[in-house]
């Protein structure tokens, strides 16, 4: 695990350099910020007809086709996968 301060209030192409410097041992990335930039990172990289900002507490799971972290962005977006909180906890009970 990596504490990286320049996350905290960073922009989305911040998040998203960030991201693309991630070295080739690193199979998954997790990365934890606040909104906004959180928010417009996930809208960066959805298809334009489903982006939306992101409750407070929603995760989000990106998948890429790339051969390495420097090449991720919106081209290499294959899925998608966002959760609301409210929406995961009912439906557990």
């Excluded at 693309?20 to 959180?38: C, D, E, F, K, S």
């Excluded at 081209?75 to 906890?89: D, F, H, I, M, N």
């Amino acid at each position: 695990m990596v504490h990286e301060e320049t996350l905290y209030l960073a922009s989305a192409p911040d998040m998203l350099e960030l991201a693309q410097r991630t070295g080739p041992r690193i199979a998954h990335l997790l990365i934890i910020a606040h909104n906004p930039g959180v928010s417009e990172l996930v809208q960066l990289l959805m298809p334009k007809e489903e982006a939306q900002a992101l409750a407070a507490g929603a995760v989000c799971s990106i998948a890429f086709n790339a051969p390495q972290w420097s090449a991720i962005g919106p081209a290499a977006v294959t899925g998608v996968q966002c959760e609301k909180p409210r929406s995961r906890l009912f439906g557990l009970l």
